[in-house]
């Protein structure tokens, strides 16, 4: 490409024009220059659908639609999905946005992709739905039409927390063209149910604004248009806040502009800008250069050599490689490269990333494992790079490019050259999840083999390896040794991994994986790749070795009991907020429209976790034009704890003499706007003095003696809790064995941030939160302020996700606003960023077991001591830890028990509950003594389990006895058959034997849950009946979170009512109406908000039921609802109801079973793992709305399946500090980990005799089920080590990554034969 003139690139612009939604904007330099254009969105033109979190790419909740040029077609354009997160709004000149609000909406109709997620239940907290509409838009507007493959691959950048992906994925496959007919049923239903609008005048047009609750009012489907785009900008430069941003149209515009930058000014060249989503801290830059506009640079030749034009982006790329491998057998090798760039990122980001960008990432940062540059390298790739000084080109190769000084210069183009016949290439990226993880190791082996002569190796082989050090590439003494020898032969073969083994020395980072296990990973994919070329020549069991595991298609089905006699309470109805989630016009804190005077906040926090503070130096920090103050512990009137109801012990908002933890807000930077506010917080000095090493870990704070027996709430004293005598018990069993357990923790990875905004009011101020408990919310601020409660008012509308995070952690951040609010007299909102909100939080609490064990030779236990040890982090308030006793029994009866909680203190952030917070862990505690009993006995787990489980009738510790073993004589025998385990049990055990490199393992998993209704958890609850048109509103002191809270009480309204579910609305929660309520929490708030609506609508009823037999005898006939609500109106009969839902009053306990069966297939050589199916049977009781009730089964679950697996929490050991703090470093499942089939059954004929309305609690149980990964993992590890003539008990603390797997198994190099 040769250099062209841009005589116009001097010349100053003022603005970039853009199109969102249809019309037309001019930026110019009012706004700030590294404007993202989510912030653009979402608070300068109010469009608040598009949602934000992580700002890295890694979320997907940002996701908006582009229609932009195509510079490969002239005059066309191409429209793809891209992260509003990541795009810089100066770069989007041209550019012709869609965001969700153009879709489609209540007043316009919806598009299909919205109904079909509505239709599908795919909704809970919602926050991720604009999200995952988004993306799925700009994969069918780029694709037309989409199979259900591509479906489940292009949601490979949206996390939900809520669902567990199966309704989202669902919905959106009813959508593909070879989508099941099944789905594609239900589409037609939902389009049937909803088709020509309005169901009350049965036309639409489109203008009433009403939500209908259970439906939506449709239009036809509108499809966003595609406006014409505005020229490109003709070369200029616009200076913005003393920034440049240039857009060159030529290559010498872009020479020109690199020769204008001072020696050391630090400048980016912008394509994708999704560089800054994995190297946050690089910059900040002085100038930016948009290379958008320069069409060479966009060049594709087809022609071989293969050439790419620098700003190709990777979809395209993988076009290219896919169309040439089908065309060209030369290269044929691409399809490989294609496959391996379909896992790099997430579409979004390979849409709007190119290749050049990524391999300067390498460039820049030698240790970036990527995967651009080693696959390129792989295929001999050359570089083409030009020279600003002189616009002179060079070549260079991929190493010599990471040697090349790149200042200056800007990479031109690539090309690929074709490989000879013999080449063979594999190439592989190991990661922590399936999806949108950067490499544990990656690698690329390719050969020329000669297959005629033992396949022999004809030329020196490329051995890449990444994820290794930094400066590791090239396994260059195994790639000396192979030339010439034959790989078939296994001596060569040992040899040879012998000298790569010796050769690699990974480095070592805390928040890596271990180099134990890159060495020995790297060192397997090698053997991999032999196997894998030799193929058949291998013997049958050991060619195992060579395949990934191949994940099916994904489905799930469920089923539940459809009684109409309560209906509308047990109808499957979508969510109430469904229609308004899907639009994004469900209102979440951040939504709410800046006042003109808001301020906003960010936290300084520690960096050290044991420490004294010394000093903190906010000069720098001030001088930032917009900075208005700093606040700090010394700003607080009242008292510096946000704790007053969560715990006995006070935690601090703001540190003030010694640092409890790595992460612990020091104090709040309060500025114009949030970057202003961020900004500023980074430049804060903050000294440190009497810094020590901190306690991390349980086992460290035992050493340290930290440990403290919890409290026994039975006895009120800090005894165990015991049944029988366990002493005695264990002396006299025939066989003991004792044990430990570690579970590690979880963050809650609510998709919505904690945030609040206070605003002073008249009376004092109103304060909107996102929390679980605006009843605490409201007297932390008083406490924080020094003022009386009934002058703080707080209200919530929804909130975007909780499980526990919200529950008062929630308050640091409230109260640290309060008292910012108070200081500058101004609102002032505070809404973190993911990796402030990761650290300065405490998670789910990490857990010890200890347990000793005495059992028959059935494996009946006979009597245990369990010691269960939490760590609480640096205050103990929010242990779960003594409430489990009855979990730790769970379907069994142990005659002799000692039950010891403990709790141990850490330096790092207070722990909090966490979605079935302590009873997973209690369970998984005796499952695991129950695998242990079995592996020891060398008898059927199952069976184990079948003969401790408690008879009907048989009183626990605590737990008063049960009419019957529901799990075991319904649960398990219906599991057994509906999901056929004997006969899989009999292929696995098959496939065991036949394949030495995979195993599989098949797990059933029985639950027993004892739900008691604690007599703290109350809640006000207010019913209206609007005497106007008849309508009903109802508040209640519950959250809705996602959980369905609002739609199982209108359901139950509308039960009782006699009445339409949508002449229901539930209205926000405030601390008038739900003053004095609990947490929304452990499934409590649904049952009691629907037990307290339930009475609430009796007496009403009741109220209305007299005035309606009146009418009845005056006229003859049964009056109508308006006519009646009118009548009692007009009698003076109060229309509303207020109910207090006392402790004495709850509905009585009772019990919720359930089981599960895991199956799963382990790679033993990678440690990767696939959950080919589960199947789960939960007790619901009568389900109150069954959808809602699968949902919470699902996403629990899946939750539980992160928590078990890829959720790892990492601190660095030094300072205390928190290294899983975003998207990049910490991985919660994305859908493709969710179990390949995954079938829901509600327990039929369940219905429950207490609870609400024959219902049961959904929310928090089927967590515990998840358990049955490990069990399943362990069955599956052990079918490989018992070959290896291991049948030795292993201790499985979790998470259970793939690196554990790997090295449970004990993989070694030994092992690795080709023929038997
Ligand atoms: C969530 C996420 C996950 C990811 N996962 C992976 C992964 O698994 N494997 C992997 O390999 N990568 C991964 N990446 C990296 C991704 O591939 C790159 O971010 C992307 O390819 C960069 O392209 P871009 O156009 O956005 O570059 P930009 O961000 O626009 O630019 C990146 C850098 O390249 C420079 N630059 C751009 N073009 C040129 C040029 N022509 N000449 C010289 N310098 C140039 C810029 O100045 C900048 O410094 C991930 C990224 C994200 C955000
Ligand atoms: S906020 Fe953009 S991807 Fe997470
Ligand atoms: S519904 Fe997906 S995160 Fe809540």
Not at 556 to 573: A, I, Y
Not at 1013 to 1042: C, K, L, N, W
Not at 1167 to 1180: L, Q, T, W
């Amino acid at each position: 490409m040769a250099p062209q003139q841009d005589k116009t690139s001097t010349e100053a612009s003022t603005a970039v024009t853009l199109t969102i939604n249809d019309h037309t904007y001019t930026v110019g330099p009012e706004v700030p220059s590294g404007t993202r254009l989510v912030d653009f969105l979402r608070h300068k033109i109010q469009l608040v659908g598009t949602k934000t979190l992580c700002r890295e790419g890694g979320c997907g909740l940002c996701t908006v639609v582009a229609t932009v040029p195509d510079h490969e077609t002239p005059g066309r354009t191409k429209t793809i999905s891209v992260q509003a997160c990541q795009a810089l709004l100066y770069s989007c000149h041209g550019w012709s946005i869609s965001t969700i609000e153009h879709l489609g909406s209540r007043y316009d109709g919806y598009h299909q992709l919205q109904k079909a997620l509505h239709g599908f239940y795919g909704t809970q907290c919602g926050y991720c739905s604009p999200g995952m509409i988004m993306t799925m838009y700009g994969q069918m507007s780029t694709s037309g039409t989409l199979t259900a493959a591509q479906v489940e691959k292009s949601l490979d950048g949206n996390i939900c927390r809520c669902t567990g992906y199966r309704p989202i994925l669902d919905a959106f496959k009813s959508l593909a063209v070879d989508g099941d007919p099944a789905l594609k049923e239900r589409l037609t239903d939902i389009e049937e149910a909803y088709k020509d609008g309005c169901h009350k005048t049965g036309e639409c047009k489109g203008k009433c604004g009403r939500k209908q609750p259970g439906g939506m009012c449709t239009r036809s489907s509108k499809l966003a248009t595609r406006p014409s785009l505005v020229p490109v900008l003709n070369g200029p430069f616009l200076t913005v806040d003393s920034v440049r941003w240039y857009h060159p149209v030529t290559l010498q515009g872009i020479y020109n502009a690199l020769q204008t930058l001072g020696r050391n000014e630090k400048f980016r060249l912008v394509v994708g800008n999704t560089g800054q989503g994995v190297f946050k801290n690089d910059g900040p830059y002085t100038a930016y250069i948009a290379t958008s506009g320069i069409k060479e640079l966009y060049t594709v030749n087809n022609q071989s050599p293969l050439e790419l034009g620098a700003n190709v982006s990777l979809t395209r790329a993988i076009e290219v490689f896919q169309h040439l491998a089908t065309s060209d057998p030369g290269y044929l090798y691409l399809k490989t490269l294609a496959d391996h760039w379909q896992v790099v990122a997430n579409v979004s980001v390979r849409n709007a990333g190119c290749w050049a960008g990524n391999l300067m990432m390498k460039h820049t940062h030698p240790g970036f494992q990527s995967d651009i540059f080693l696959t390129l390298l792989a295929a001999d790739a050359e570089l083409t790079i030009g020279n600003s000084s002189d616009a002179s080109i060079t070549h260079v190769n991929l190493e010599q490019f990471l040697k090349t000084d790149m200042s200056r210069k800007v990479i031109l183009s690539i090309s690929l050259p074709p490989a000879t016949a013999n080449t063979k290439l594999r190439t592989f990226k190991i990661t922590p999840r399936a999806v949108n993880a950067h490499a544990y190791v990656n690698a690329c082996f390719k050969m020329e083999l000669n297959a005629g002569d033992g396949f022999k190796v004809l030329t020196k082989p490329t051995l890449l390896l990444g994820g290794i050090n930094p400066q590791f590439i090239h396994a260059a003494k195994t790639e000396n040794f192979l030339l010439n020898k034959k790989v078939s032969d296994v001596k060569t073969l040992l040899d040879a991994a012998k000298i790569m083994e010796r050769e690699i020395i990974p480095d070592s980072h805390p928040q890596d994986a271990s180099p134990e296990y890159r060495k020995s990973l790297a060192v397997s994919l090698f053997y991999k790749t032999v196997v894998g070329f030799l193929g058949e020549k291998v013997s049958p069991r050991f060619q195992s070795a060579g395949p990934n595991i191949v994940r099916p298609l994904s489905s799930g089905r469920q089923s539940f009991d459809m009684n109409q006699e309560t209906w509308p309470v047990g109808e499957p109805v979508p969510k109430l907020e469904s229609a308004i989630q899907i639009s994004g016009e469900a209102a979440y804190l951040d939504d709410i429209p800046y006042h003109p005077n808001e301020l906003h906040g960010a936290f300084v926090h520690t960096t050290v976790a044991n420490a004294k503070l010394k000093s903190v130096d906010t000069t720098e920090a001030m001088k930032v034009a917009g900075v208005v103050t700093f606040v700090n512990a010394s700003d607080i009137p009242g008292t510096n704890s946000f704790v007053v109801n969560a715990g006995p012990f006070p935690d601090p908002i703001f540190v003030q003499d010694r640092v409890k933890y790595a992460g612990q807000p020091i104090g709040l930077v309060v500025a114009k706007d949030r970057d202003t506010a961020y900004h500023a917080a980074k430049l804060v000095i903050v000294e440190y003095e009497d810094v020590k090493k901190p306690i991390l870990t349980i086992k460290d704070a035992l050493k340290a003696g930290k440990k403290h027996t919890s409290m026994n709430f039975i006895t009120n004293t800090r005894e165990p809790y015991t049944l029988g005598n366990a002493e005695e018990a264990l002396k006299t069993a025939a066989h003991t064995l004792t044990g430990e357990l570690s579970q590690g923790s979880q963050y809650h990875f609510n998709m919505e941030p904690h945030s609040a905004r206070v605003v002073p009011t008249e009376d004092g101020y109103d304060v909107y939160s996102t929390t679980q408990w605006p009843t605490e919310t409201q007297a932390t601020t008083a406490q924080v302020l020094g003022i009386a409660t009934n002058s703080i008012n707080v209200s919530v509308r929804r909130i975007g996700g909780g499980y526990g995070s919200k529950i008062s952690r929630q308050h640091i951040v409230s109260t640290a606003a309060a008292v910012a609010a108070r200081k500058v007299k101004q609102p002032v909102r505070v809404v973190t960023d993911l990796t402030t909100n990761m650290t300065y939080a405490g998670w789910r609490e990490p857990f010890l077991s200890k347990y000793e064990v005495g059992f028959d030779g059935n494996g009946k236990i006979e009597g245990a001591k369990i010691e269960l040890i939490a760590d609480t982090g640096h205050v103990s308030n929010e242990s779960a830890v003594s409430f489990l006793f009855g979990a730790v029994q769970n379907a069994y009866y142990i005659p002799n028990l000692t039950f010891t909680p403990s709790m141990v203190n850490t330096d790092t952030a207070a722990n909090t509950y966490c979605r079935t917070p302590g009873h997973v862990e209690a369970v998984a505690t005796i499952e695991n003594i129950m695998e242990h009993i079995a592996s020891y006995l060398k008898v059927d787990k199952m069976q184990v389990r079948l003969n401790n489980m408690v008879a009907p009738g048989v009183p626990r510790m605590f737990v008063p006895p049960h009419q019957k073993n529901v799990v075991k004589d319904e649960i398990l025998p219906l599991l057994t058959t509906q999901a056929s385990i004997v006969q899989r049990q009999r292929e696995v055990d098959d496939f065991n034997k036949n394949n030495k490199w995979k195993k599989r393992g098949l797990s059933i998993l029985p639950m027993w849950y004892g739900f008691d209704y604690p007599s703290m958890f109350r809640y006000g609850i207010q019913v209206t009946i609007y005497e106007h048109d008849g309508t009903v509103a109802i508040s209640h002191g519950g959250i809705e979170m996602g959980q369905g809270i609002n739609t199982k009480v209108a359901q139950v309204a509308a039960y009782v009512l006699g009445i339409p579910l949508e002449n229901i609305v539930v209205k926000a929660s405030d601390t008038m109406v739900g003053a004095n309520s609990m947490v929304t929490g452990g499934s409590f708030g649904t049952d009691l908000c629907a037990h307290g609506v339930r009475v609430a609508c009796t007496s009403l009823r009741q109220r209305l039921d007299v005035v309606k037999e009146k009418m009845k005898k005056e006229t003859g006939k049964d009056p109508t609802w308006l006519q009646l609500v009118k009548k009692c109106h007009a009698e003076d009969v109060d229309l509303s109801q207020r109910y207090w839902t006392a402790g004495k009053e709850h509905p009585e306990r009772y019990d919720i079973w359930g089981a599960a069966a895991l199956e799963l297939e382990i790679d033993v050589l990678t440690g990767v793992f696939v959950i080919r199916r589960a199947d789960i049977i939960e007790d619901s009781g009568r389900s109150m709305s069954p959808y809602i009730d699968i949902g919470q089964v699902e996403g629990a679950f899946i939750m539980g399946i992160g928590f078990y697996t890829s959720e790892m929490v990492k601190y660095d050991p030094n300072t205390g500090q928190k290294l899983s703090n975003g998207t990049w470093e910490y991985k919660p499942p994305m859908a493709l980990d969710i179990p390949a089939d995954f079938r829901i059954t509600l327990l039929p004929n369940a219905k429950n005799p207490y609870g609400v309305l024959g219902s049961k609690a959904t929310g928090e149980p089927p967590l515990c089920l998840s358990y049955a990964v490990v069990t399943a993992l362990r069955q599956a590890i052990t079918a490989f080590r018992q070959e290896n003539g291991d049948s030795s008990w292993f201790q499985m603390d979790t998470p259970i990554t793939v690196e554990k797997v790997h090295q449970w198994c004990g993989v070694n190099t030994s092992q690795f034969q080709l023929y038997e």
